[in-house]
């Protein structure tokens, strides 16, 4: 019997033995094909009407079903996206206009695309010039080439660092606040601290600050990687750190290096001298 013939019979059995499975409405394709991609491995026969395309779980993988819809592989789709944006940054002209922020970028780019402008605008960052398109970027690709994080990262970010400093603010003294500020910046940034030994130092701030010592050494012991980091922030911004510091180095067992002293000897005077001057912050 001809191959091809049984192909196509067993094609046939196939779908009209499949069950069909509704998906909600917004449900993207990708979504779709993982999806029936998930039933094929667990044995499953059903099909799913996409865009009025009946695509099946053993039937149909990434490339038939991006065929069936829109007439392409999604390799395909994706290379003539590129060559489409290529097209749109050769073309696209320059405007000088000025943006402050990242959001002032983003709104008048929007502004731009919606009137259907073609243009660029150069954004000052820490790394240099950058250009932004309004026919090509998206608000989250405008903030990862400014920030390194999509909005949402970014504003989870930031929203992290407003509540720590908004816990810490009465901790450190008003002198230090700029730079430990800029400390939990750098943490929270960090995607390996993500801000961990900040939360650990506040805490132990916070118990040095209502008199428990005790606590706050055993806070410290349960401490994992977070313990150096959250540690050296003590030592550098707790009003009472270097005593602190010297208890938990002791604890360990360890003997402070002459470096480290003359470091303590420098905080501590540092420390008493905003004391006296009554400038440490309520």
């Given at each position: 019997?001809?191959?091809?013939?049984?192909?196509?019979?067993?094609?046939?059995?196939?779908?009209?033995?499949?069950?069909?499975?509704?998906?909600?409405?917004?449900?993207?394709?990708?979504?779709?094909?993982?999806?029936?991609?998930?039933?094929?491995?667990?044995?499953?026969?059903?099909?799913?009407?996409?865009?009025?395309?009946?695509?099946?779980?053993?039937?149909?993988?990434?490339?038939s079903c991006y065929k069936k819809v829109v007439g392409m592989t999604?390799?395909?789709?994706?290379?003539?996206?590129?060559?489409?944006?290529?097209?749109?940054?050769?073309?696209?002209?320059?405007?000088?206009?000025?943006?402050?922020?990242?959001?002032?970028?983003?709104?008048?780019?929007?502004?731009?695309?919606?009137?259907?402008?073609?243009?660029?605008?150069?954004?000052?960052?820490?790394?240099?010039?950058?250009?932004?398109?309004?026919?090509?970027?998206?608000?989250?690709?405008?903030?990862?080439?400014?920030?390194?994080?999509?909005?949402?990262?970014?504003?989870?970010?930031?929203?992290?660092?407003?509540?720590?400093?908004?816990?810490?603010?009465?901790?450190?003294?008003?002198?230090?606040?700029?730079?430990?500020?800029?400390?939990?910046?750098?943490?929270?940034?960090?995607?390996?601290?993500?801000?961990?030994?900040?939360?650990?130092?506040?805490?132990?701030?916070?118990?040095?600050?209502?008199?428990?010592?005790?606590?706050?050494?055993?806070?410290?012991?349960?401490?994992?990687?977070?313990?150096?980091?959250?540690?050296?922030?003590?030592?550098?911004?707790?009003?009472?750190?270097?005593?602190?510091?010297?208890?938990?180095?002791?604890?360990?067992?360890?003997?402070?290096?002459?470096?480290?002293?003359?470091?303590?000897?420098?905080?501590?005077?540092?420390?008493?001298?905003?004391?006296?001057?009554?400038?440490?912050?309520?």
């Amino acid at each position: 019997m001809d191959e091809e013939i049984i192909k196509k019979m067993n094609e046939e059995l196939i779908k009209k033995t499949a069950v069909k499975v509704n998906v909600l409405g917004g449900t993207k394709l990708d979504e779709v094909i993982k999806f029936l991609d998930e039933a094929n491995k667990n044995g499953k026969n059903i099909y799913v009407v996409f865009n009025e395309q009946n695509l099946y779980s053993m039937l149909d993988d990434e490339d038939s079903c991006y065929k069936k819809v829109v007439g392409m592989t999604k390799a395909e789709l994706e290379r003539e996206w590129q060559e489409d944006m290529q097209k749109l940054k050769d073309t696209a002209e320059y405007d000088d206009t000025f943006c402050h922020d990242v959001d002032e970028a983003v709104n008048y780019l929007f502004k731009q695309a919606y009137n259907g402008k073609n243009v660029y605008i150069e954004f000052n960052t820490f790394k240099g010039k950058i250009r932004l398109y309004s026919m090509v970027d998206t608000m989250n690709s405008i903030y990862q080439k400014v920030t390194g994080y999509t909005k949402g990262e970014y504003d989870a970010i930031h929203q992290k660092v407003d509540a720590l400093k908004e816990r810490s603010k009465n901790l450190v003294s008003f002198e230090k606040s700029a730079d430990w500020f800029g400390y939990i910046i750098e943490s929270v940034e960090d995607p390996l601290r993500k801000g961990k030994d900040v939360e650990l130092a506040i805490r132990v701030m916070e118990l040095l600050d209502a008199g428990d010592s005790a606590r706050a050494h055993q806070i410290m012991a349960q401490a994992d990687r977070e313990y150096a980091f959250a540690l050296t922030a003590i030592l550098q911004f707790a009003k009472d750190g270097p005593e602190f510091y010297k208890e938990e180095i002791a604890g360990l067992g360890l003997k402070l290096t002459k470096e480290e002293r003359e470091l303590i000897e420098s905080i501590e005077a540092q420390n008493n001298q905003y004391k006296n001057n009554g400038e440490v912050k309520d």
